[in-house]
């Protein structure tokens, strides 16, 4: 990182969560001016794409499939920041059993390569 010309990171939660990593590691100050934030709604990795930065972070299911890019991978486990997914009904639907249904299947083990192939580890992964 403390050769990248410019480093790109997302917004939220996230991009909060990669700041505070390199205030952690001492070199925050070293690499604020390269520090490129991605706008609401922009991939990451369309900023990597267009040149815009050099190296990007953001969750793997935003990156995976986009062109012009090169996927490196997760984060090492100790500085992995994970990002948990949650749903429930609304109290108001109008089909119940419908949507839990469809939450049970999303939740049950029968989707986890789905969630895998698209950059999302299933529960038992972590």
């Keep these: 990182m403390q050769s990248a010309a410019r480093i790109a990171y997302s917004t939220g939660p996230s991009g909060v969560a990669l700041l505070t990593l390199f205030a952690r590691w001492g070199i925050a100050d070293e690499i604020r001016n ?3 934030q991605a706008p609401p709604g922009v991939p990451v990795g369309a ?4 040149g815009d ?3 990007g972070f953001q969750q793997m299911s935003e990156l995976i499939g986009l062109e012009g890019i090169r996927l490196l991978g ?3 486990q100790p500085i992995q920041i994970v990002t948990t997914f949650s749903a429930a009904p609304g109290v108001g639907t109008p089909h119940p059993a419908a949507v839990r249904a469809l939450l049970d299947f999303m939740a049950s083990g029968d989707s986890a390569e789905a969630k895998r192939r698209h ?3 299933p529960p ?3």
């Design 34 to 36: 390269r520090l490129v």
């Design 119 to 121: 950059g999302m580890a």
């Design 53 to 55: 930065a050099a190296l």
């Design 74 to 76: 997760p984060l090492p």
């Design 124 to 126: 038992a992964q972590r």
């Design 47 to 50: 900023l990597v794409a267009r």
